[in-house]
């Protein structure tokens, strides 16, 4: 089990940044791929960015390419997601989850998920 706990959301106004943080804790060594979803009201759950634990490797919806930067800290099981020039379609619950077997963009692939944390970008 691997228990996922994100922070760092808020409150800015369209062309600030915010860096969101998740923790990871449990059986980490078995993670082999980290991601970020959101999700705004009435909408799908969306992949935004995820990271191979071990290799760095990255991948970035193209909604935020140029704009999010993900990466972790190994020593802190913690996985980050540096969001810059936020617009406000960018509005939504922010998730952290965790793969064990494959990194890909399709929510059901990953098994723990975070609580979420609130992101808001008010024009």
């Known amino acids: 089990q691997v228990q996922l706990v994100e922070s760092g959301g808020g409150l800015v106004q369209a062309g600030a940044s915010l860096r969101l943080s998740c923790a990871a804790s449990?059986?980490?060594?078995?993670?082999?791929?980290m991601g970020w979803f959101r999700q705004a009201p009435g909408q799908e759950r969306e992949f935004v960015a995820a990271?191979?634990?071990?290799?760095?490797?990255?991948y970035y919806a193209e909604s935020v390419k140029g704009r999010f930067t993900i990466t972790r800290d190994i020593a802190k099981n913690t996985v980050y997601l540096q969001m810059n020039s936020l617009k406000p379609e960018d509005t939504a619950i922010y998730y952290c989850?965790?793969?064990?077997?494959?990194?890909?963009?399709?929510?059901?692939?990953?098994?723990?998920w975070g609580q979420g944390t609130q992101v808001t970008v008010s024009s």
């Open positions: 989850a965790s793969s064990r077997y494959s990194i890909t963009y399709i929510p059901r692939d990953y098994e723990y």
């Open positions: 449990g059986r980490t060594f078995s993670m082999y791929a």
């Open positions: 990271i191979t634990w071990t290799g760095g490797n990255s």
